[in-house]
């Protein structure tokens, strides 16, 4: 019984973290799409990268930001990173910061990776930037 409270716990602390990033509309959007079949996985990345990862005193939110836009960038996953560049409007990290991230990226993981994610970003700003005009 102590793993289920815990994981219960865990869950919540996730979801709360999860929403905070991430905002209450895309994590509500995501609980109304999730059918039996992906419920698992939910549970899954809500316990362990929000209610582990993301809620560690260790990084800021910020800082966290910084470092998975850098990793999703690198890792080629687009939606991903269009996700949390919208997400840095909760987490703090700034269009600077994104481009410093984004810098890294070029250098370590390649220049297209690199190119990729600056364009990605440029998008999600001018709809961002749309949105509070």
């Known amino acids: 019984m102590g793993d289920v409270s815990k994981n219960e716990k865990r869950?919540?602390?996730?979801?709360d973290v999860r929403r905070s990033v991430l905002g209450d509309p895309h994590?509500?959007?995501?609980?109304?799409?999730v059918t039996?079949?992906?419920?698992?996985?939910?549970?899954?990345?809500?316990?362990?990268?929000?209610?582990?990862?993301?809620?560690?005193?260790?990084l800021s939110k910020r800082e966290r930001?910084?470092?998975t836009l850098a990793l999703?960038?690198?890792?080629?996953?687009?939606e991903e990173v269009a996700m949390h560049v919208r997400a840095t409007a909760n987490t703090g990290a700034s269009?600077?910061?994104?481009?410093?991230?984004?810098l890294?990226?070029?250098?370590?993981?390649?220049?297209?990776?690199?190119?990729?994610?600056?364009?990605?970003?440029k998008e999600v700003f001018a709809q961002m930037d749309d949105a509070h005009a």
Request: proline share 4%; glycine share 8%.
């Open 11 to 15: 869950y919540r602390t996730g979801l």
């Open 27 to 33: 994590v509500d959007r995501a609980g109304d799409a």
């Open 36 to 58: 039996d079949f992906d419920r698992p996985f939910q549970q899954l990345i809500t316990e362990a990268a929000w209610g582990t990862v993301w809620a560690r005193p260790g």
């Open 65 to 67: 930001s910084i470092v």
């Open 72 to 78: 999703l960038a690198a890792l080629g996953h687009d």
């Open 95 to 102: 269009r600077d910061d994104i481009c410093e991230a984004f």
């Open 104 to 121: 890294h990226v070029a250098i370590y993981a390649g220049v297209p990776a690199a190119n990729r994610a600056f364009k990605i970003a």
